[in-house]
């Protein structure tokens, strides 16, 4: 079955920089999207950024814009979000998720990874 395994989560300090790892397995990911999605305490989960896999297309959330970067090694299967410039507001479960690119809606999820930003 499709497993979706994020690592990468610590504790940094304001302005430092984090590289959170999906390793994806379980299918072929050719025709799919790949995305990051992050839930603060208390607060919804909000969208992060996403990746076609074949193309390499790229979009991302407000929040982020500039400061985050999202790739995939197809070798290995794996989708990274770089984060630099962190802030404590980035402080959340970072989780990964698949859709069919045709879809509107991620249909695997990963376990999650917790960041904190604070000194």
């Known amino acids: 079955q499709v497993q979706l395994v994020e690592s990468g989560g610590e504790l940094v300090q304001p302005g430092g920089s984090l590289r959170l790892s999906c390793a994806a397995s379980?299918?072929?990911?050719?025709?799919?999207?790949m995305g990051w999605f992050r839930q603060a305490p208390g607060k919804e989960r909000d969208f992060v950024a996403q990746i076609t896999w074949s193309e390499g297309n790229t979009y991302y959330g407000d929040s982020v814009k500039g400061r985050f970067t999202i790739s995939r090694d197809k070798a290995k299967n794996t989708v990274y979000l770089q984060m630099n410039s962190l802030k404590p507001e980035d402080t959340a479960v970072y989780y990964c998720?698949?859709?069919?690119?045709?879809?509107?809606?991620?249909?695997?999820w990963g376990q999650g990874t917790q960041v904190t930003v604070s000194s």
């Open positions: 998720a698949a859709r069919p690119a045709i879809s509107a809606t991620y249909t695997y």
């Open positions: 379980g299918r072929t990911f050719s025709s799919y999207a």
